[in-house]
């Protein structure tokens, strides 16, 4: 598999994760632990069934137990860290400060062997970052408050918890793919013990519910982990890490399109930094 490819794969992810708010809304009133729990008991058993399909299931007793215990962790902890932190502050200010994995990745990936950050890569993140914070920010509010740092702090870990599992991932460049499977097993086994110790059971109460419960487990917390487990493995990481920004555009598009949300000079300034960055950032890794 080329490079180019690889990247391509690994976009899809972010194409899967645009979904995400939509998906997530039409499964209200599920809790947050819940949902985690029934996406990843979808998402997992779904790439336990292509592994099958496949007839690679001899792979996953090959891989250790390392590896199965930093994916399970980088799944789980980013998930649990992101919804503590939405529940301790404003989700506004908190998801922006989340949101900073995608220019975190393309920074840290400077680190890893082979790799070398660009002057492109660098304004491109930092243009694309300007339009992601613009998207969620809606251009203004009332800023950050002293009382919401415990929730601004968990989303700063949160961006550091995915960022440093995608970065990591390129060292595991030897486990397959399919090992995802498993990661998403075991978040979701830690998901439903988490739930009962800490959350009401509120299930799905329609089927817009289920319907939207499934289709996150198929895609945003499923199919994407496995197509961007591919991508940061054996892609451009640094382009992929810039333009993961298209999610929190593509994720407004989607919401203004379904009526959830309204069309504003925000999203049109936004979508000109978000594109213009992931232009300079492509630039500097193809003049690589």
């Not at 198929?218 to 298209?246: C, E, H, M, N």
Request: hydrophobic share 55%; glycine share 12%; charged share 5%.
């Amino acid at each position: 598999m080329t490079r180019t490819r690889a990247t391509a794969i690994g976009f899809v992810a972010v194409l899967l994760w645009a979904l995400l708010a939509l998906l997530t809304v039409g499964s209200a009133p599920v809790p947050p632990l819940l949902l985690n729990a029934l996406c990843f008991t979808v998402g997992g058993a779904l790439g336990l069934i292509w592994v099958m399909a496949t007839g690679n299931l001899s792979q996953l007793r090959s891989v250790g137990w390392r590896v199965y215990a930093f994916g399970t962790l980088g799944l789980f902890g980013y998930h649990a860290l992101y919804f503590s932190a939405l529940r301790l502050a404003p989700a506004a200010e908190a998801g922006l400060i989340a949101y900073l994995w995608p220019l975190l990745i393309v920074l840290f990936s400077g680190l890893l062997p082979g790799e070398r950050l660009r002057r492109g890569h660098l304004v491109g993140a930092g243009l694309a970052f300007s339009g992601a914070a613009l998207i969620i920010t809606g251009g203004g509010g009332p800023g950050f408050q002293t009382q919401f740092l415990p929730g601004y702090g968990l989303a700063m870990l949160c961006a550091l918890t995915w960022s440093g599992y995608s970065v990591l991932s390129r060292r595991l460049g030897n486990a397959p793919t399919s090992s995802v499977a498993i990661f998403c097993l075991a978040t979701a086994a830690a998901s439903w013990a988490l739930h009962f110790m800490v959350e009401e059971t509120v299930w799905p109460r329609d089927t817009l519910g289920w319907a939207s419960t499934l289709a996150l487990g198929l895609g945003p917390v499923g199919l994407a982990f496995y197509v961007w487990d591919i991508g940061v493995k054996r892609g451009d990481i640094q382009l992929l890490g810039t333009s993961s920004y298209a999610a929190p555009l593509l994720s407004t598009l989607v919401l203004v399109i379904s009526g959830i949300a309204a069309p504003s000079w925000v999203l049109a300034i936004s979508a000109l930094l978000i594109t213009g960055g992931a232009l300079l950032a492509a630039r500097a890794s193809f003049a690589a």
